[in-house]
């Protein structure tokens, strides 16, 4: 008896399969429409734009690293030298 029952469900499957699919579609379009409407939703208030700081304001710069000493030991070290005389 089920086996019966399945094999009329799979011969109308074919029939059938271009509708489950849409079903299915519209299901997960649902869904990203649900989830957009939610993210809008959450969004809060535009906030206006800060002037730019003044020129004043401004961290002092970094005066770098010293690439010198590495440069000195790679140089040794391509020459053969001891690294660390």
């Known amino acids: ?15 059938q ?3 489950w699919a849409s079903v ?3 299901v997960l379009i649902a869904i990203e429409l649900a989830r957009a409407a939610v993210t809008l939703w ?13 020129a004043g ?3 002092t710069q ?3 690293i010293d690439v010198a000493p590495s440069v000195n030991k790679a140089s040794k070290l391509a ?3 001891s690294c660390c005389d």
Do not use: D, F
């Open 42 to 54: 959450g969004a809060g208030p535009v906030q206006p734009l800060l002037p730019p700081p003044h």
């Open 79 to 81: 020459t053969g030298k």
């Open 1 to 15: 008896m089920p086996q019966t029952r399945i094999n009329e469900w799979l011969a109308r499957m074919p029939q």
């Open 62 to 64: 970094n005066p770098g």
């Open 17 to 19: 399969g271009p509708w």
């Open 57 to 59: 304001n401004r961290p």
């Open 24 to 26: 299915v579609l519209s």
